[in-house]
């Protein structure tokens, strides 16, 4: 049961928390109970969650699932010093504890906020505490309960979340005009963890307004960035570019509104993440501005916008195929030198593959196809591939779409080890053309045929032996007819 008292248990009784969080999962098992005394520097408004720091650490707080009524006390607000019996528990990153009943004690001051720690930061050592962070904001967005924002510091992406109902009216708006600059911000660090406990990403909890600070904000004219070329976005330059927006030009090959827009130079493709909801159509001279991305094998563009510069014909698909894609790169490889003259990475391409299998999809089928020595998955949505009729295995396919080059091995690995399979992403179903169907003798229906001639031939012999048999019975019964005759012939004529 939940109360609120001003008398604090005795110092003796209250455990540090970077003891508990100290604590091996053997122990945690046990379902220790202790007495924990910091400040709140962050709660949600289900009144259920809250970080407590004290002097060493901070920590997760939560009430448990079986009492889901229950509701933290008013009073237990960001800057209130509180008092919790808790019981401690493993957690799926680090030990955190459910809360049995919690006492506000009153107002105290905030911790001061950990100096930010790069290595510390992002292998999640600082999970729950109160830290500083400094990073270039690259786009903001919008969902029901919060504000969301994308920050990178040296490249290194991560994301702060600010609570709605904690944030003035005009927070979205004023969070719009910081893209693009450097900010400061003050919140709670937290990770997101695999099923293993691994960190995966970093996140951080603001909880004030007044926790995020402008540093160096200009005039954000995203049009205005540095331009590169396609084929340069993260190429070698002797003094590099910063965290901040450059731009670049392409013409459209495909286009996924509100997602993503593929761009092509010659033989450079690049990706360009976007929540523009704007369609662009094959052949469209776009611009773009965006922050480069290095989370693939190569680089492409996250947040960005783009704008409508001219149009023209839509570019021709290069008649290549994945296998000549291969020896590109594995020659690049052995040589040391950029692949000459692209390495087709986001390019249209078209060759002639053979269909091995359709496999079924809530959003996508899945198509396995044989080009080569090179194997190449492609997906299209089921309406889509329902305008080609029935595609049955061995179907003769010439497909084309944007392609992805998968490896084999680690990207940051050198030498790169060719790739063995790659993917490709069809526009629509115009960009499939069936070349030859496959004969209707399919292995599958030869066995069915030979199956079923098996059975009719067993059919026919087990036939043929019942007949011989009732023919040897009815011969049996003439015989016995005619010797019975004969008897009582002779048997009369005796008489």
């Not at 928390?17 to 604590?23: N, Q, R």
């Not at 359709?358 to 949505?381: C, P, Y």
């Not at 004969?439 to 031939?457: C, M, Q």
Request: some cysteine; charged content about 25%; hydrophobic content about 45%.
């Amino acid at each position: 049961m939940l109360f609120r008292s001003a008398s604090p248990a005795a110092a003796a009784d209250v455990r540090p928390i970077a003891e508990i969080k100290s604590l091996g999962d053997a122990e945690t098992r046990s379902k220790p109970r202790a007495v924990i005394r910091g400040v709140v520097t962050w709660r949600n408004e289900q009144s259920r969650v809250m970080f407590v720091q004290d002097a060493t650490a901070g920590i997760y707080t939560v009430l448990p699932r079986e009492r889901p009524d229950e509701k933290l006390p008013a009073e237990a607000q960001v800057g209130a010093e509180v008092e919790a019996e808790v019981t401690i528990r493993p957690g799926g990153f680090a030990s955190y504890v459910e809360i049995d009943s919690v006492r506000v004690i009153g107002p105290a001051p905030l911790p001061e906020p950990r100096p930010f720690d790069e290595h510390r930061f992002f292998t999640g050592a600082d999970d729950g505490l109160f830290v500083e962070v400094t990073g270039v904001v690259r786009g903001v967005r919008e969902e029901q309960f919060l504000w969301r924002l994308f920050v990178a510091h040296r490249t290194r992406v991560f994301e702060v979340e600010c609570r709605k109902a904690a944030m003035p009216a005009d927070f979205g708006g004023w969070c719009q005009s910081l893209v693009d600059g450097e900010v400061r911000f003050r919140g709670i660090s937290t990770t997101s963890f695999n099923a293993r406990g691994e960190p995966l990403a970093q996140r951080l909890f603001v909880s004030r307004a007044d926790w995020i600070e402008p540093v160096a904000i200009s005039a954000h004219e995203p049009f205005a960035a540095p331009k590169v070329a396609i084929d340069a976005v993260a190429r070698y330059r002797l003094e590099p570019i910063d965290d901040h927006m450059i731009r670049t030009e392409g013409t459209v090959v495909h286009s996924l509104p509100g997602e993503a827009l593929y761009l092509q130079e010659g033989t450079h493709g690049l990706r360009v993440l976007t929540r523009s909801p704007q369609a662009f159509a094959p052949g469209d001279r776009v611009e773009v501005a965006g922050f480069v991305d290095r989370g693939g094998t190569v680089a492409g563009l996250s947040e960005a916008v783009v704008r409508r510069v001219s149009h023209g014909e839509p570019p021709a698909p290069i008649d290549i195929t994945p296998d000549a894609v291969a020896k590109i790169h594995a020659r690049s490889a052995d040589t040391y030198v950029i692949a000459d003259p692209g390495d087709y990475e986001g390019c249209l391409v078209r060759f002639p593959a053979t269909l091995l299998e359709r496999k079924a999809g809530n959003q996508s089928d899945l198509l396995v196809l044989a080009a080569g020595e090179t194997s190449v998955t492609a997906r299209l949505h089921p309406a889509d591939l329902a305008a080609l009729g029935r595609l049955e295995p061995g179907s003769r396919l010439l497909m084309t779409g944007v392609l992805h080059v998968v490896r084999a091995t680690e990207a940051v690995k050198w030498p790169l080890a060719p790739p063995t399979s790659m993917e490709l992403a069809p526009r629509t179903a115009a960009d499939i053309t069936i070349l030859a169907r496959p004969s209707w003798w399919t292995p599958r229906r030869l066995a069915i045929v030979l199956a079923g001639a098996g059975v009719a031939l067993a059919a026919a012999m087990g036939w043929v032996f019942a007949l011989r048999r009732q023919v040897r019975r009815q011969m049996r019964e003439i015989e016995d007819g005619l010797r019975m005759e004969a008897v009582a012939e002779e048997r009369q004529r005796i008489a």
